[in-house]
């Protein structure tokens, strides 16, 4: 955005406002001698976690205003989320312009760091339903990350606060679904996939809900868009070796792709399409 001035009257510049010393410095490469592509990996990598942030934001408000009923809000919080997803999906195809041959030469200065040891990635995962308590120990030593982890481990998920509010809107939710240990790993639920075809019978009744049904299902469709987007081009860079820090690489990559976040909303897919959902 552009403005007439350079600086307001209290002397604030865009680069002030933007704290754009320390961003812009804070690209370290590690090389020796210098690799010139080197840079795009950290930027890369650097930008992802920026997009992480606005996620992590933008998760934590829509289930704040989910599970105090509002769901027009969070909607418009869940609408953002998608176009960073989209944008974090586009992203791969810059580092995909890195051949192996070019990461081959830097590689090794990345040592024992992954990305698996994002910790925002990981509180994204936490707060779409994939919780894992053994993905705490990933982060032994580091004590900040270790109890904001566990912070999240044990809130519930956005998909626990819209069952929630399922069970609020006089839904059947299974009782277990609704008080149970949330540090766990979901619980797919048959009784469930009955409430969700309930709503998908009758779309104009359920408007909001059936809409937030749909929502969330873009947001795993995108989530897993990223997936396979870092799948390929981790593919395309190291074809079938171990990843840095010892990670599996593609093969790891693979069966998170068999992942879900929200089960009921798939299965139901099936009903309607056997055109067993009932009347």
Request: aromatic share 10%.
């Amino acid at each position: 955005m552009t403005h007439d001035v350079t600086h307001d009257s209290s002397g604030m510049s865009y680069g002030d406002y933007l704290d754009l010393d320390t961003l812009l410095d804070a690209q370290h490469t590690r090389a020796v001698p210098p690799q010139h592509d080197e840079l795009l990996f950290i930027i890369q990598h650097q930008t992802s976690e920026l997009w992480f942030k606005l996620v992590i934001h933008e998760l934590r408000s829509a289930r704040e205003l989910i599970a105090a009923d509002q769901l027009a809000p969070a909607l418009k919080r869940l609408a953002r989320v998608k176009h960073i997803q989209a944008t974090l999906s586009q992203q791969w195809t810059v580092l995909a312009t890195l051949t192996p041959s070019e990461y081959a030469q830097f590689r090794r200065f990345l040592a024992t760091s992954s990305g698996f040891q994002s910790l925002q990635y990981r509180i994204v995962e936490f707060m779409l339903g994939n919780k894992n308590p053994d993905m705490v120990k990933v982060f032994e030593g580091r004590t900040n990350a270790i109890a904001e982890l566990e912070r999240e481990l044990h809130e519930p998920s956005l998909y626990d606060v819209f069952l929630q509010l399922l069970a609020r809107r006089g839904l059947p939710v299974p009782p277990e679904l609704l008080d149970r240990d949330w540090s766990r790993p979901y619980p797919a639920s048959e009784e469930l996939v009955d409430v969700i075809a309930s709503i998908y019978r009758k779309p104009d009744e359920y408007w909001d809900i059936y809409e937030t049904c749909e929502e969330l299902v873009d947001l795993e469709d995108n989530f897993q868009l990223w997936r396979f987007r870092h799948l390929k081009t981790v593919e395309r860079i190291i074809g079938m070796g171990r990843g840095t820090g010892g990670s599996a690489g593609v093969p790891f990559l693979r069966r998170a792709l068999e992942q879900t976040f929200f089960p009921e909303l798939y299965a139901v897919r099936g009903r309607i399409a056997e055109g067993t959902i009932g009347s």
